[in-house]
């Protein structure tokens, strides 16, 4: 269990454990008195649904390979129907403001930065789609949801999974654990990228610096494209070359195409379609045991990526909210899956490659508590709520419309526990 949760010093400020003190105590200023009530009004609703759900999985219902899925009208899983059919209308007339043209939507959003070229596939995308599932049943769904569409950065989630399931199995020898001692293709050799651990690739604090598939992290650093590096592990940033070279050390480690290592272990034992797709860039290739294999993108911000249909990132997401495992059948841990969702101390609104429900969120500052997301650009999104038992995805929902959309589902299914 050490090699999950042992972690280095928090990094919190001697000042704000103090403060952390201070609150512990028995004084509770006047000011504060409301947010604590808010506080305590929601944990208790959120206790109100983790009963419900926890007595609806006793025997979970699993959805057999294929297209079939079980559904039930949205009364008999405790969803008002009128409030959930308000969420999908919602949903259906809040498309992101993207062109159809992924490739010419791509161009747009790079061209202003210092190393634009698309080196990956970019295929049109559909209209909005989407599904809710309660307890493990199908109650709503949109637009088309066998339609394999790019799926941007909720790939990053998928590359969390892989990476949990190495740890697993003994591949990687803990979080803590300096990528180096493994992946010694060179790219942690230098000073600076000698101490990165794969906690801190995972978490995005990795800083790590240098080129991959002709792209150097400098094409990526969303907070600043010429700032000073930080120390590895104290500076929190987006950036997808370094994802890149997180895929490739997993590649390393597993000696196998990650998108292999997926169908096999994970999207075949829960019955997802064979029309996904994972890919790398054009010029992604390296050598393991002689052979010529790509190494994946953990997004499509130069093309490239994951692309799969609606249903089948239903399927993950279920896997997700059963704590890694499919119909008997363990998949995943669940302690790595809670490790995932814990928060990084630099963004708490962020976990291992999962989005988290946190106030300082920019996505999901109101979402409830408990919950996480696997989040693409272009409003792609694989929400998992447990204390609801829910799984919702959406496709193709403006991003700043996802929030107002969460809220329409809380009310939904909290109108009818009431």
Known sequence: MDRYFTAPDSGIPVEMRASAAYHAGLFVPPDRMMVARRAVEQFLFCWCLFCVAAASVADPYFPPPGTTWQTREPAAVGIDAERLAEAVRFAVESEVPWLRDVRAQIELDTAKEPFPEIIGVAKPRGGPAGMVIRHGYLVAQWGDPDRVDHSFSVAKSYLSTLAGMALDRGLIGGLDERVGLRVTDGGFDSPHNAPITWRMLLSMTSEWTGTLWDKPDVADRRRGYFRTLATPGTFWEYNDVRVNRLAL????????????????????????????????????????????????????????????????????????????????????????????????????????????????????????????????????????????????????????????????????VGASER
């Not at 106030?359 to 989040?375: D, H, I, K, N, Y």
């Not at 998992?384 to 929902?397: E, G, S, T």
């Open 249 to 412: 050390s997993l590649l390393r480690i597993w000696q196998r195409p990650l998108p292999d290592v997926l169908r096999t272990e994970v999207m075949e034992p829960i019955g997802a379609g064979s029309t996904w797709q994972w890919h790398g860039y054009f010029n992604s290739f390296v050598d393991v045991d002689g052979r010529r294999v790509p190494s994946v993108s953990g997004g499509s911000h130069w093309g490239g990526g994951m692309l799969a249909s609606t249903r089948d990132h239903a399927r993950f997401g279920y896997l997700m909210l059963r704590g890694g495992e499919w119909n008997g059948r363990r998949i995943v841990s669940s302690a790595w899956i809670e490790t995932a969702k814990q928060p990084v101390t630099l963004a708490p609104y962020y976990g291992l490659l999962w989005w988290r429900a946190d106030p300082t969120s920019p996505v999901f500052a109101r979402a409830p508590a408990g919950s996480f997301f696997a989040l693409g650009a272009g409003g792609n999104v694989i929400w998992v709520y447990p204390q609801a038992d829910l799984v919702v995805v959406c496709r193709w929902l403006d991003v700043p419309k996802i929030d107002g959309f969460v809220q329409k589902l809380v009310a939904a």
